[in-house]
Nanobody, 125 residues
């Protein structure tokens, strides 16, 4: 059974940084495409960033480009999301997700088989 556990959410001020981590168990981590989605208050779940199995290919939503960085450590079964210059509109529950296929198009929630429980990120103005 695949398990994804996120760490690192919290309450921060606008303009500051936060790093989310997600530890994966139950599958060979290096076989998995990893991504982050988020869901803000009253909003649909939306794609944030994805990383291929090797870590060489990256895909970002426009809202994340230049501010967020996704990375992975296959030796630690962990994927990260470094978030800089946070804005109040980044407030959301952030979900770590895993799947089999890397998409160069904008990924959809249904593209991923496995989801974490989510971690709350709140950015105050």
């Amino acid at each position: 059974q695949v398990q994804l556990v996120e760490f690192g959410g919290g309450l921060v001020q606008a303009g500051t940084s936060l790093r989310l981590s997600c530890v994966v168990s139950g599958r060979t981590f290096s076989d998995l495409v990893m991504a982050w989605f988020r869901q803000g208050p009253g909003k649909e779940r939306e794609f944030v960033a994805a990383i291929s199995q090797s870590g060489r290919s990256l895909n970002y939503d426009d809202s994340a480009k230049g501010r967020f960085t996704i990375s992975r450590d296959n030796a630690k079964n962990t994927v990260y999301l470094q978030m800089n210059s946070l804005k109040p509109e980044d407030t959301a529950v952030y979900f770590c997700v895993a799947g089999e296929t890397y998409y160069t198009r904008r990924p959809r929630p249904g593209d991923y088989n496995y989801w974490g429980q989510g971690t709350q990120v709140t950015v105050s103005s």
